[in-house]
């Protein structure tokens, strides 16, 4: 009975901080600068097409 309250919880806590750390990677700025770095080239190539 213990064993089995001991491996709930432990998946709990890996299932917990997973959690935790996937929300605090997105909120990072780096990422996201980079992710609108991508659309910003993906603009620019977009507005040189329609110029030529």
Same mark, same amino acid.
């Given at each position: 009975?213990?064993?089995? =309250? !001991?491996?709930? %919880?432990? =998946? =709990?806590?890996?299932? !917990?901080? %997973?959690?935790?750390?996937?929300?605090?990677?997105?909120?990072?700025?780096? &990422?996201?600068?980079?992710? !609108? %770095?991508?659309?910003?080239?993906? !603009?620019?190539?977009? &507005?040189?097409?329609?110029?030529?």
């Amino acid at each position: 009975m213990d064993v089995d =309250l !001991l491996y709930i %919880s432990l =998946l =709990l806590n890996i299932f !917990l901080i %997973s959690l935790i750390l996937m929300q605090t990677i997105g909120k990072l700025p780096f &990422i996201k600068k980079r992710k !609108l %770095s991508k659309a910003k080239v993906r !603009l620019n190539n977009h &507005i040189a097409e329609r110029k030529n």
